[in-house]
């Protein structure tokens, strides 16, 4: 089964408006840590977002949140205010295990989003 | 500017040979590790290594080999055994920003095609 579900494809948005990535995960560690990642057509993975499983709050840096559904097992990324910029594929990643761990993460298969002028 | 470098960025190897990637990091983590990347696919892990001169396997790393006699360096060898070399591989390295997180920083990627 697989860990980390994406269940869309590709999305588009307009520009200025909000969007929201899904993204579901399936674990029985009951520690554990959830991440988003932004992959431009360069190559390059840049680190978004970060929710741990006992944070009590949802995550936000900037433009992004992490609606953080316990409960449900699912991690949506939200992004606030789209930008041209904004268009690429983007990860949503889970590490099982306590602060031992060393990073080893488990990748979903990406949601391509496309933002319109 | 701290970072990781890739290199090469392209790369062509015809079937039967090895080739060796580089990844070399100025930012001072300790661990470091390999992914690759398949079209329309998230990243699966080759490699990792969490100190120097020490590294364990991830889930791909069949027609593999790595080594880290270096902090900043982790090279990766694709290998003739390796079936189906031909994708994108990503180099990355570790830093823990609060308990439990350790966020992963990576390069630009080296392309792999086999001819």
């Given at each position: 089964a697989q860990k980390i579900t994406q269940t869309q494809p590709g999305m588009f948005v307009q520009e200025k408006e909000a969007v929201t990535l899904d993204c579901t995960y399936d674990t029985s560690d009951p520690s554990y840590g959830l991440f988003w990642y932004k992959q431009p057509s360069s190559g390059e993975m840049i680190f978004l977002i970060y929710q741990g499983s006992y944070d009590q709050q949802n995550a936000t840096e900037g433009r992004y949140s992490l609606n953080f559904q316990k409960a449900r097992k699912s991690a949506n990324l939200v992004i606030s205010a789209?930008?041209?910029?904004?268009s690429a594929m983007y990860f949503c990643a889970m590490r099982e295990g306590?602060?031992?761990?060393?990073?080893n993460l488990i990748f979903g298969k990406g949601t391509k989003l496309s933002v319109k002028p | 500017d701290g970072g990781i470098t890739q290199s090469p960025k392209y790369l062509f190897r015809k079937e039967g040979q090895n080739v060796t990637l580089s990844c070399e990091q100025n930012?001072?983590?300790d661990a470091m590790y390999w992914y690759r990347q398949d079209p329309g696919q998230g990243l699966r892990l080759i490699y990792y290594s969490q100190i120097v001169n020490d590294f364990q396997k991830g889930d791909i790393a069949e027609g593999y080999s790595v080594s880290r006699e270096k902090k900043e360096s982790f090279p990766l060898t694709v290998t003739?055994?390796?079936?189906?070399?031909?994708a994108f591989y990503l180099c990355a390295s570790s830093v823990r920003v609060s308990p439990g997180a350790n966020v992963l920083t990576f390069g630009a990627g080296s392309r792999l095609t086999v001819l």
């Amino acid at each position: 089964a697989q860990k980390i579900t994406q269940t869309q494809p590709g999305m588009f948005v307009q520009e200025k408006e909000a969007v929201t990535l899904d993204c579901t995960y399936d674990t029985s560690d009951p520690s554990y840590g959830l991440f988003w990642y932004k992959q431009p057509s360069s190559g390059e993975m840049i680190f978004l977002i970060y929710q741990g499983s006992y944070d009590q709050q949802n995550a936000t840096e900037g433009r992004y949140s992490l609606n953080f559904q316990k409960a449900r097992k699912s991690a949506n990324l939200v992004i606030s205010a789209s930008q041209l910029g904004d268009s690429a594929m983007y990860f949503c990643a889970m590490r099982e295990g306590g602060g031992g761990s060393q990073g080893n993460l488990i990748f979903g298969k990406g949601t391509k989003l496309s933002v319109k002028p | 500017d701290g970072g990781i470098t890739q290199s090469p960025k392209y790369l062509f190897r015809k079937e039967g040979q090895n080739v060796t990637l580089s990844c070399e990091q100025n930012l001072n983590h300790d661990a470091m590790y390999w992914y690759r990347q398949d079209p329309g696919q998230g990243l699966r892990l080759i490699y990792y290594s969490q100190i120097v001169n020490d590294f364990q396997k991830g889930d791909i790393a069949e027609g593999y080999s790595v080594s880290r006699e270096k902090k900043e360096s982790f090279p990766l060898t694709v290998t003739s055994a390796q079936k189906n070399p031909t994708a994108f591989y990503l180099c990355a390295s570790s830093v823990r920003v609060s308990p439990g997180a350790n966020v992963l920083t990576f390069g630009a990627g080296s392309r792999l095609t086999v001819l």
